[in-house]
């Protein structure tokens, strides 16, 4: 099970680390939460460090090296995700034709514009977290993100007969979106408290129209599909606070004087 870390490292970042890779792809699966967790904590060290450097902050020029450092660290796995879906999705006009679409490399002009739009809402939401020091969103953003893949994950048949996402999808079982809850709600608890489980329900249930609407459209998931949830919850995720960002009391999450 322990091999699953290193599987998810290694598969979701391009971060050495130590160790072997699980024989079952899906064990991986449980520690998705966790690599997001080791994620936002590199953007956060990048904020602090800038922060540090800086008599004054630039808020754009430091978002905007946030979405580059997660696009680099990620290979823009879940990006190239985007790409295929906006493509096939938008494209494509019967369930074969639209998984054949998401299998082609080429990058059509709906993916072109899916991937504005997502790097945009990013960099938006990055500069109010930034200026409001609400850094602990970012492992809100990232580690639900994570979770909502694996349940993506465990929840939906695969799309295909085979594929890169099939170790993962086909294998998936209820303990690995058990354990995935438990590293990452006990995670975000900890960083923002009672919050944490409104973010949650929030994710739940963009997450589950989102099932619906894989269903309707390709029958199941695939590899891009568990890519697309995790950029379009982690939209999510960055973008609602900054509605009430202004009225959010950043000193009453726990642990606050880390960030």
């Known amino acids: 099970m322990f091999n699953g870390l290193t599987t998810a490292v290694n598969t979701l970042t ?15 699966l449980a520690w998705f939460p966790l690599v997001g967790a080791i994620l936002a904590g590199i953007l956060w060290g990048e904020v602090k460090f800038i922060q540090f450097l800086s008599v004054q902050s630039w808020f754009e020029g430091t978002a905007l090296l946030l979405v580059v450092t997660s696009t680099l660290l990620t290979r823009g796995l879940h990006l190239d995700g985007v790409a295929d879906w906006a493509d096939a999705f938008w494209g494509g006009y019967t369930v074969e034709k639209r998984l054949a679409i998401m299998k082609d490399s080429q990058l059509g002009t709906f993916g072109v514009l899916a991937l504005i739009l997502i790097i945009s809402m990013k960099w938006v939401a990055y500069i109010r977290i930034i200026e409001f020091n609400a850094l602990p969103l970012i492992f809100v ?3 639900i993100s994570r979770m909502m893949q694996v349940e993506m994950a465990v929840t939906l048949p695969y799309a295909r007969i085979d594929g890169t996402g099939a170790p993962f999808i086909k294998n998936a079982g209820n303990k690995h979106r058990f354990f995935s809850y438990i590293w990452g709600l006990g995670l975000l608890i900890l960083l923002v408290g009672i919050y944490a489980v409104g973010f949650l329900l929030i994710s739940i249930f963009v997450t589950y129209l989102l ?33 009430f960002i202004e009225k959010l009391d950043i000193q009453q999450f726990f642990f606050i004087t880390l960030f």
């Open 14 to 28: 391009r971060l050495p680390f130590p160790g072997k890779n699980s024989k079952n792809f899906a064990d991986s």
């Open 211 to 243: 099932k619906k609407y894989y269903q309707k459209m390709v029958g199941g998931v695939t590899g891009d599909l568990l890519g697309v949830t995790n950029e379009l919850i982690e939209c999510t995720l960055l973008l609602i606070p900054m509605f």
């Open 141 to 143: 953003a990232l580690v």
